[in-house]
């Protein structure tokens, strides 16, 4: 107790550090990257990590498919993420490219890319009439700039913005395919 009042948590022993492991599981879903980088913030052995991690995907307990599949089922179902931003935090989480795309790929199929671009400017433009706001030509490259970074494709969005704005025809030559940053 001691330990943790200056900030350094107490090291784990093997058992020890498995049963937090459980814990931390039970709490809410890891990858592997995530839960390995939390044992090593308490680990008293750094090798016992390896065997832990291995011991918990046998038990079924640890998956990064299953990890992938609900993150990115639960952001495409909310509407709140496009395709290329749930993609790329699943790979900043460093799980497995082949497995983060399969993942992404399900979630989004059968979803209309620009319907969630409109349910997603409608939530964030709420009582505001977006076809005078995006008269402003700053305004409309905000809302790009902040369509792409919600992770939405450049053509689709330039679709949704058109329906609110002229001058969004002028936004085709950003159409690149990545995301801005």
Avoid: C
């Avoid at 990257?33 to 090798?47: E, G, H, P, S, T």
């Avoid at 993150?71 to 395709?83: I, K």
């Avoid at 494709?153 to 936004?171: H, M, N, T, Y």
């Amino acid at each position: 107790m001691i330990a943790m009042a200056f900030g350094q948590p107490k090291k784990l022993a093997a058992g020890e550090l498995k049963d937090y492991a459980v814990r931390l599981l039970a709490g809410r879903s890891l990858s592997v990257a995530d839960l390995k980088v939390k044992l090593r913030q308490r680990a008293a052995n750094q090798a016992d990590i390896d065997e832990i991690v291995l011991q918990l995907k046998e038990y079924g307990a640890l998956s990064d498919s299953r990890y992938a599949e609900h993150y990115a089922g639960v952001r495409a179902g909310g509407g709140a993420f496009g395709r290329q931003r749930v993609l790329s935090d699943l790979l900043r989480r460093k799980v497995a490219p082949k497995i983060a795309e399969k993942a992404v790929g399900d979630a989004f199929t059968g979803l209309d890319e620009s319907e969630m671009i409109q349910q997603w400017l409608a939530r964030k433009y709420r009582n505001q009439d977006l076809s005078t706001l995006l008269k402003d030509p700053a305004k409309l490259g905000s809302a790009y700039r902040r369509l792409r970074q919600a992770g939405f494709a450049s053509g689709p969005s330039i679709r949704v913005l058109k329906r609110f704005a002229s001058q969004a025809e002028q936004l085709e030559g950003l159409e690149d395919g990545e995301p801005a940053n």
